[in-house]
Structures are given as structure tokens and as C-alpha cells.
């Protein structure tokens, strides 16, 4: 394939402008969304000695011991703490490197599938187009951990077969244990990819694929039965997650009214990613009318089948559960963007091969703009609330005049606004009790491991 640098620079200028954009009221303003603000609590807790990996602690009054998702995203984040200090930002750095990180596992398979990583602009801009990718990029979610293991999982495994070395596979059986380890079952998709690339690639026999989805999950069984015996803790606590999350809520805690929500979900995803696909093939087919074929399918055909199968898995089995949420597909959802650039790539190149220079100039202009006013964005948005600004203004209030103390005595109505557990606790290390005679009052301290 013929390419300059030039050819692609503004696309990369552009990709950043616009990621600028998208995270700019959100990046660097203080308030997230529920969940980020409960596990940075516990992170950040776990940084201090309240609680610890195998028995993390959120509130005094609310998960004391807190068993609802695996730990290893609460022991990265205590690490981030650890470092940089109890500061409102440390978890939106880390979510922020979580996000960083999956962009450039994309950019890597990429890479891996295309022995070209100028073009990995590509797929990253449909990924970047999926709206719950942005969102979730400063929100916290486990999902975001998770999503970094599932892709270096997959990374793996491909250098695994280019280089043919089970040495590779093994390195991906560890990723795997870790995605489970950050969020559970939901990041083991995977396991199915040595199926899925046997059958597409001609070189391999069909039966290669499940002897090695088979070794993935001898390493993933053996890494846990390792974590059982050095860590007898663990053994209880994954037993309270499965029986808290994936009985408890996964059979009978509904959050939806049908089982095809999350198909529903994916497709309004992936609207704004077709759109901009339907946009290349009409500029294509403008640019190459004078041309038989525009749509050169079939060098991509094994990639696109791989990415687009393998998303599938990771959002399909969802499903089961009658517990969905949007962001649950979160670390599927580069796959689809992996798919569509690999049936794009032939359009576009032909496209900008037909560029002009004066015009190739135009959109290096027009891309440092669109730099620029993400970066202005970005700027003039820090130290503002990108949410919950009355709830953080109340609660930094009476924080102050708590005095140092550990649990606050509220209404039972209060005591149901889950978002102030959240906030009392992140910004004061404050648990909330539920009293009507005591509003106000204070007292106790927080278990620590001291």
C-alpha cells in the first residue's frame, strides 16, 4: 500500500483535536458519574489503609466489605493514589491513562494486522465516534481497566501466531486472568479469538483454534487456582462476587425490560461509526467514478471477519443477564472499530492518493484549528464542574464543619441519595447514617488496617 506521512499527519491532528473536544467539559472539571466517584472511594481508601485488596472498604454504613466486583482496578487505582496523593483528579488521570492505553493496544493490533501503524488514525477515529467511549474515558468505570487487558489479550495472541510461539499465548492467558480480576466474567470474551483465527486464516488448521482457546483457559484456571492457595482470602471473596453479581444480579437484579437491550445499545453506538463509514464509500465512489472497483473487499477480509466476530462475543452473551447496562460492552466495542477501518482502509488510501498538495495543505490548516480549539476547550474548563456542582457544594460544606469526623448523621430520605454517600466519602471520608434525630451530629472512625 502506498502512503506518505503527510498524507496522514492532519487525520492525527484532527483525531486529537477532536478527542480535546469530546472530553473537555468532563476531563478536568470535577463530578463523575456515580460508579467512578463509589470506586475511586474505594481506591483511594485502599491507598490509605482502609481496607485492603482482598476486603476493600467504601463506607462504614454501605459495603464495609465490599465483594460486588473483583479488586484488581481498586488495587491499580490505590496505586495512582499512592503516588500522586489524595487529590480530586487522581481519578480522572487514571481513567484517563486506562483510556490512552486502549487507544494505543488499537493502534498496536493494528499494526499487527496492517504492517502500517501511520494508518492506525483509522480505526481510532471510529472508535472515537462511539459515544459511550468518550464518556467513559473520564468516568472511572472498571470497564475501562478491563478493556486494557482484554485488548492486550488480543495483541498477544495474534504476535502469538505471527511469531508462532505459544510463549505469546500464555502472555495472553495472564491478561485474561487480569481482565477477570478487573471486572469478571464479562472480560473473558477473548478466550474465543484462537476459534475465530483459525477459521479465517488459511494457513492454520480449523482445530488449532480450540486447542488454543483450550490452553488460555488451563492458564487462566491455573493462575487462579495459584491466587487460591497464596491467597486464601480470595477464594471467599470471588465466591461473594459470583453470588452477589452474577447470581444476585445477574438473574434477578433487572435494569432492563427486555433481554435485547443491549443490542439496541450497540446499535445506537455504532451509528455515528457507519455514518462516517457510508461517507467514505460516497466520497470514494465520487473520487474513483472513472474506476470498475472502488470496494476492494477481499485483502481485509480476514481481519474484518476476525474484529467483527469477536465484538460480537463480547456483547451478545450479555444477554443472558438481566442486568445491562450501556458501558458494559465498553471493551468490545474497539473491535467494531478494528473491523470498519480494515473494510475503509483501501477507500481511503485511494482517496488521498488523489489529493492535491494545495489541498492536502488545507486540511493540515483546518486539523491544527480543530486542535487548537480542543486544547482552548480543555483549558478554559479546568477547575469547573462538569457535574453534580450543588451536591459537591453542599458536601464540601459540611465536611468543613464536621470536624474531622467520620460518619454524619442524615434523614432516612437523604441516606437513599446514593450519589452523597459517594461524595461525603471521596471528599471527607465521611459515612452517611440514617437518623431523624440526630441531623447533623457526628461521630466514629473508619476501620484501617494500621
Known amino acids: 500500500m502506498t502512503s506518505t506521512r503527510s498524507n496522514n499527519t492532519p487525520f492525527w491532528l484532527l483525531l486529537i483535536g477532536i478527542t480535546l473536544m469530546l472530553m473537555s467539559n468532563s476531563l478536568l472539571t470535577e463530578g463523575m458519574f456515580l460508579d467512578g466517584v463509589l470506586y475511586a472511594c474505594i481506591s483511594r481508601n485502599m491507598a490509605v489503609g482502609m ?17 460486588s466486583h473483583p479488586p484488581l482496578a481498586f488495587g491499580l487505582e490505590a496505586l495512582f493514589f499512592k503516588l500522586l496523593g489524595d487529590h480530586w483528579w487522581v481519578e480522572k488521570a487514571y481513567s484517563a491513562l486506562t483510556f490512552l492505553l486502549t487507544a494505543l493496544l488499537i493502534a498496536l493490533i493494528w499494526k499487527r ?21 468518550s464518556w467513559s474515558a473520564t468516568n472511572n468505570l472498571l470497564e475501562n481497566t478491563m478493556s486494557v487487558f482484554v485488548m492486550l489479550s488480543v495483541y498477544l495472541m495474534i504476535v502469538s ?23 469478571g466474567f464479562t472480560g473473558l470474551f477473548p478466550l474465543v479469538f484462537p476459534i475465530i483465527y483459525c477459521i479465517f486464516d488459511d494457513k492454520r488448521r480449523w482445530i488449532q483454534g480450540p486447542i488454543d482457546t483450550l490452553l488460555l483457559m488451563v492458564t487462566v484456571a491455573v493462575l487462579s487456582g495459584v491466587m487460591f492457595l497464596f491467597f486464601p482470602p480470595s477464594f471467599a471473596y470471588l465466591k461473594d462476587y459470583i453470588n452477589l453479581q452474577v447470581i444476585g444480579g445477574g438473574l434477578h437484579e433487572a435494569t432492563v425490560s427486555t433481554r435485547f ?8 453506538q455504532l451509528i455515528a461509526p457507519l455514518v462516517i463509514f457510508s461517507i467514505i464509500l460516497i466520497m470514494s465512489k465520487i473520487i474513483n ?35 445491562q447496562r450501556d458501558f458494559y460492552m465498553l471493551a468490545a466495542l ?17 482517496m488521498l492518493l488523489e489529493i492535491k498538495p494545495k489541498t492536502r495543505n488545507w486540511m493540515m490548516m483546518a486539523s491544527a484549528v480543530v486542535l487548537l480549539v480542543g486544547v482552548v ?23 468543613a464543619e464536621a470536624d474531622g469526623e467520620n460518619i454524619i448523621e442524615i434523614t432516612p430520605e437523604e441516606y437513599t441519595q446514593w450519589a452523597k454517600h459517594a461524595y461525603y466519602m471521596r471528599y471527607g471520608k465521611i459515612s452517611l447514617n440514617p437518623n431523624e434525630q440526630h441531623i447533623g451530629q457526628t461521630h466514629g472512625s473508619a476501620p484501617t488496617n494500621e
Not at 474497539?334 to 485511494?350: D, K
Open 377 to 399: 476547550l480543555s483549558v478554559c474548563h479546568i477547575g469547573k464542574y462538569g457535574r453534580d456542582e450543588a451536591l459537591i457544594e453542599e458536601v464540601k460544606n459540611r465536611v
Open 334 to 350: 474497539p473491535f467494531f472499530a478494528l473491523a470498519l477501518g480494515h473494510i475503509s482502509l483501501s477507500m481511503v488510501n485511494a
Open 113 to 133: 494486522s496492517t504492517n502500517n501503524f501511520r494508518w492506525a488514525w483509522l480505526p481510532l477515529l471510529f472508535w472515537l465516534a462511539i459515544p459511550i467511549v
Open 51 to 67: 481496607g485492603s485488596f482482598w476486603n476493600p472498604f467504601y463506607t462504614q454504613t454501605i459495603g464495609p466489605v465490599f465483594h
Open 289 to 323: 467514478k472513472d474506476k470498475h472497483k472502488v470496494f476492494e473487499f477481499a485483502p481485509d477480509k480476514k481481519h474484518f471477519f476476525n474484529f467483527l466476530i469477536l465484538g460480537l462475543t463480547g456483547v451478545l452473551p450479555i444477554m443472558v443477564s438481566v442486568k
Open 261 to 268: 437491550y443491549i443490542v439496541f445499545s450497540l446499535l445506537l
Open 161 to 183: 501466531y505471527q511469531r508462532n510461539s505459544k510463549l505469546w499465548l500464555f502472555l495472553a492467558g495472564i491478561a485474561l486472568f487480569a481482565a477477570f480480576l478487573s471486572k
